[in-house]
C-alpha cells in the first residue's frame, strides 16, 4: 500500500489564489521530505529539500517566498504556491526518506495545480 | 540541474518482446534506483541497487548496477500491455535515505498486442 500520501491530487483555481499542497509519510517518520515539479513529457525537477523543524533548501532557481515549504512534523510537510498564475501550472510530486537509512525515496501519487 | 543520461527515450515494442534500457552518468553514484510512472500518477519504485556489480531481479525485472558505479541498466523480460510507463532511472550520491536524487530523462515505453 502507498507509504506517502499527498493531498489533493488535483487543484483548480484562479490566478491570485494561494494554493496548499500536503505531503504525509504514512508508515514511517520521514526526517527529510522532497518536493518535486514536474512539467508534461519531461522529467521530474527538485524543487526543494525539507527537512522536518529547519528551513527547506531550495535548487537554484526556485523562488523560496513563491514555493512556501513547511515541514512541522515528521510524517507532514506542505507547499504553498503563494499567490499562484497560470505558468505556475505543473504537476508536482513530493517523496519522502528516512535519514540516516539507506531506505529508497517513496513517492506520493502528485497534485495536478491548473491556474486559470 | 545535473541529470542522468538514459535511453533510448522512447521505446515501440511488441507484447511478448525483451526492453532494455539504460543509463550513464559522469559522476560516481552509490545508489541506483529505477522507477515507473504511469499518467497521473507519482513514481513508483521497482528496483534499488546499493552495490556496485549488484544484478537485482523484481518479477520479470532485473536491473543491474555497473560496476564503474557510473552505470545502470533494467530489462523487461516477455512484455505485458501493464508495462505501459515511463521509467526513470535515478542515483544518489549516498546511501542515506534522505539524499537527493538525481533523475534520467526516462523512457517511454509503448506496447502494441
Known amino acids: 500500500g502507498a507509504v506517502v500520501s499527498q493531498h489533493p491530487s488535483r487543484v483548480i483555481c484562479k490566478s491570485g489564489t494561494s494554493v496548499k499542497i500536503e505531503c504525509r509519510s504514512l508508515?514511517?517518520?520521514?526526517?527529510?521530505m522532497f518536493w518535486y515539479r514536474q512539467f508534461p513529457k519531461q522529467s521530474l525537477m527538485l524543487m526543494a529539500t525539507?527537512?522536518?523543524?529547519?528551513?527547506?533548501?531550495?535548487e537554484q532557481g526556485v523562488e523560496k517566498d513563491k514555493f512556501l515549504i513547511n515541514h512541522a512534523s515528521l510524517t507532514l510537510s506542505t507547499l504553498t504556491v503563494t499567490s499562484a498564475h497560470p505558468e505556475d501550472s505543473s504537476f508536482y510530486i513530493c517523496?519522502?526518506?528516512?535519514?540516516?537509512?539507506?531506505?529508497?525515496?517513496?513517492f506520493g501519487d502528485g497534485t495536478r495545480l491548473s491556474i486559470l | 540541474g545535473q541529470q542522468l543520461n538514459q535511453s533510448p527515450q522512447s521505446m515501440f515494442i511488441q507484447e511478448g518482446e525483451d526492453v532494455s534500457m539504460n543509463c550513464t552518468s559522469s559522476?560516481?553514484?552509490?545508489?541506483w534506483l529505477w522507477y515507473k510512472q504511469e499518467p497521473g500518477e507519482g513514481p513508483v519504485l521497482l528496483i534499488a541497487?546499493?552495490?556496485?556489480?549488484e544484478l537485482t531481479s523484481n518479477g520479470r525485472l532485473t536491473a543491474q548496477f555497473g560496476i564503474t558505479r557510473k552505470d545502470s541498466f533494467l530489462n523487461i523480460s516477455a512484455s505485458i500491455p501493464s508495462d505501459v510507463g515511463i521509467y526513470f532511472c535515478?542515483?544518489?550520491?549516498?546511501?542515506?535515505?534522505?539524499?537527493?536524487?538525481?533523475f534520467g530523462q526516462g523512457t517511454r515505453l509503448t506496447i502494441n498486442p
Open positions: 525539507s527537512n522536518e523543524g529547519s528551513k527547506a533548501t531550495y
Open positions: 541497487l546499493y552495490k556496485a556489480g
Open positions: 559522476s560516481i553514484f552509490n545508489t
Open positions: 508508515d514511517f517518520q520521514a526526517t527529510t
Open positions: 535515478a542515483g544518489r550520491d549516498g546511501v542515506q535515505g534522505a539524499q537527493k536524487l538525481v
Open positions: 517523496s519522502a526518506g528516512w535519514g540516516a537509512s539507506n531506505q529508497p525515496q517513496h
